[in-house]
């Protein structure tokens, strides 16, 4: 997967919300890449145009390409993009309500996405064949019931349980890229080791490439050797886990890894970043960091810094990073 210069708006009534600006990011096969940022800052926007799932009257695509295997998704017809979505591409919605249809069992989401691989793939599973498959990945999604929840309905179903069926309807279909937007946040830690382990072994099993997404940097550091780090709507960061957590180098990600807790340091050493993420109707001219930037100068509040390589091989996109070797 190949995305390059990504730069999205959507139309509002207040005006045009400048969500992605020049996001580029290259994703290798079996490769898991964590997408990490607080809140409101386009990691939605940015999994769900990947899949062009943002509502059509309001996203308005201003530049780049998405390449998936070479072919850019941005410019494909409507019938592939169908065949491409679950099948060669999944996607896990943070929101599971925006996903089930309530008048359909969990079982019958599951059974339509296994007969849409099948239509795609070729194959000829019986009805039976189908289910038994269902039932034992709500299984190892940890469900102890699998047949009770197959037959349930969403509203019968807690919050945690429909986490795991919206999981287990996105990989189900086989898909060779995971986009997994929040996929364990509703449920409590241990389930989402479990989930976390689930979808490691996926990776291992299938040769299936993730894009992992969380606001929290914990689960992308268990998770990813390679970390994206997003602000505003900008890629501020990217590298892997040991060079942005030991050493980072833009000033969010220093704020970001100093507000994660760690085991022997006192909770007032936890600083965390203050201010808000502006309002994207309007973002800063400049750098989008430099409203909140302790280092922030006239040049950065002028001009939007380039996502540039950095001696050790990582980007960042600020102008006075910090030193890293
Ligand atoms: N349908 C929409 N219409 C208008 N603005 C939207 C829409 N969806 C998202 N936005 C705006 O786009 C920006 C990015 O939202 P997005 O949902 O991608 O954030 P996020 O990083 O996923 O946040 P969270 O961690 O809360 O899930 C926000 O400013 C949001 O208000
Ligand atoms: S470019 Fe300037 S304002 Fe932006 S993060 Fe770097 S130092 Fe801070
Ligand atoms: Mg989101």
Request: proline share 6%; aromatic share 4%.
């Amino acid at each position: 997967m190949s995305i390059s210069d990504l730069t999205l708006d959507l139309a509002t009534y207040d005006g045009e919300v400048k969500v992605l600006d020049d996001i580029s990011l290259d994703v290798g096969r079996s490769e898991t890449v964590g997408i990490v940022g607080e809140t409101g800052c386009g990691k939605s926007v940015l999994a769900k145009s990947i899949l062009n799932l943002l509502p059509h009257g309001i996203a308005r695509y201003r530049r780049g390409a998405i390449r998936w295997k070479g072919e850019n998704l941005l410019a494909t017809t409507r019938r592939r993009l169908r065949q491409v979505r679950g099948t060669e591409i999944g996607m896990v919605f943070q929101d599971p309500m925006t996903f089930f249809d309530p008048l359909y069992t969990a079982g019958s989401h599951m059974m339509e996405a296994i007969g849409h691989r099948e239509q795609v793939k070729g194959g000829s599973m019986s009805r039976a064949q189908r289910k038994a498959e269902a039932v034992d990945l709500l299984s190892r999604l940890g469900l102890s019931d699998p047949e009770r929840v197959f037959d349930s309905y969403p509203h019968q179903l807690s919050g945690g349980m429909r986490q795991r069926v919206l999981i287990g309807a996105a990989i189900v279909g086989k898909p060779e890229f995971l986009i997994a937007d929040e996929p364990t946040t509703a449920l409590d830690v241990t389930v989402q080791a479990q989930i976390l382990h689930l979808l490691q072994d996926i990776v291992k099993d299938r040769d299936t490439s993730i894009v992992l997404i969380s606001h929290d940097l914990g689960v992308i550091a268990s998770m990813c050797e390679r970390i994206v780090v997003m602000y505003a709507g900008t890629i501020v960061e990217t590298g892997t886990k040991r060079q942005l957590l030991s050493r980072p180098a833009h000033p969010y990600t220093v704020g970001l890894t100093s507000a994660v807790p760690r085991l022997g340091y006192p909770q007032k050493q936890v600083k965390g970043i203050g201010g808000h993420i502006p309002n994207l109707l309007n973002p800063p001219p400049g750098c989008r960091f430099a409203p909140r930037c302790p280092k922030a100068t006239s040049l950065c509040r002028s001009e939007k810094p380039a996502l540039e390589a950095l001696s050790d091989g990582r980007r960042a996109a600020c102008h006075y990073p910090e030193p890293v070797a």
